[in-house]
């Protein structure tokens, strides 16, 4: 059975930071690529980041570059989000998932792309 399972999530004053985790089983990780997606109330899911587990390419939206990394541990199938200098706008459920790009790792945001999702992490920062 495949499985993501988010974690990390919590409250946190704007300026402070959170490392989100995502721990996948019942697929082969390595060759995988792995998204981090949000959702706010009333807004549609957006991408945040993603890496691809075979070379290590990383992408990240506008909003969060330069604040937020993205790095994966192969030998634990996991996936972290390290998100600094947070924002109240960046509250959110917090959500990863799982696809298979190859080559076309520029479609990284497109929600379709994805075959697999985990049931997300709350992620709230106060002003």
């Known amino acids: 059975e495949v499985q993501l399972v988010e974690s990390g999530g919590g409250l946190v004053q704007a300026g402070g930071s959170l490392r989100l985790s995502c721990a996948a089983s019942?697929?082969?990780?390595?060759?995988?690529?792995i998204g981090w997606f949000r959702q706010a109330p009333g807004k549609e899911r957006e991408g945040v980041s993603y890496i691809s587990t075979s070379h290590g390419s990383t992408y990240y939206a506008d909003s969060v570059k330069g604040r937020f990394t993205i790095s994966s541990d192969n030998a634990k199938n996991t996936v972290y989000l390290q998100m600094n200098s947070l924002k109240p706008e960046d509250t959110a459920v917090y959500y990863c998932?799982?696809?298979?790009?190859?080559?076309?790792?520029?479609?990284?945001?497109?929600?379709?792309?994805?075959?697999?999702w985990g049931k997300g992490t709350q992620v709230t920062v106060s002003s």
């Open positions: 998932a799982a696809t298979w790009l190859y080559d076309y790792d520029a479609q990284w945001s497109e929600i379709y792309e994805y075959d697999y």
């Open positions: 019942g697929f082969t990780f390595d060759g995988s690529g």
